[in-house]
């Protein structure tokens, strides 16, 4: 059974810092890349950035780029997400997703998605 599970969401304060994880199973975690999403209420659903199977990071929104930064752990099937410098337009659900060897910022093309953790900024 294919399983991705993120975790790390919760509230912040604006201008913290937050970190997320994504644990996949059932699947050959190495050849896929993860990308992580983000869908905010009333807002059109965001690519962030991906990480390649050869662990090359892409990054798809100008949000994202110098603020958050994404890695990953083959060893333990894992892809982290690191947020810094946050602000309340990044309140949102944020999402990881699987896709054989190559990223992209377009969900239909993964072939897995989590179900999200939310992730509120506020004081």
């Known amino acids: 059974q294919v399983q991705l599970v993120e975790s790390g969401g919760g509230l912040v304060q604006p201008g913290g810092s937050l970190g997320l994880s994504c644990v996949g199973s059932g699947f050959t975690w190495n050849s896929y890349a993860i990308g992580w999403f983000r869908q905010a209420p009333g807002k059109e659903r965001e690519g962030l950035v991906c990480?390649?199977?050869?662990?090359?990071?892409?990054y798809y929104a100008d949000s994202a780029k110098g603020r958050f930064n994404v890695a990953r752990d083959n060893a333990k099937n894992t892809a982290y997400l690191q947020m810094f410098r946050l602000n309340s337009e990044d309140t949102a659900v944020y999402f990881c997703a699987a896709r054989y060897t190559d990223c992209s910022d377009y969900v239909p093309h993964y072939n897995y998605r989590g179900q999200g953790t939310q992730v509120t900024v506020a004081s």
């Open positions: 990480i390649s199977s050869s662990d090359s990071p892409v």
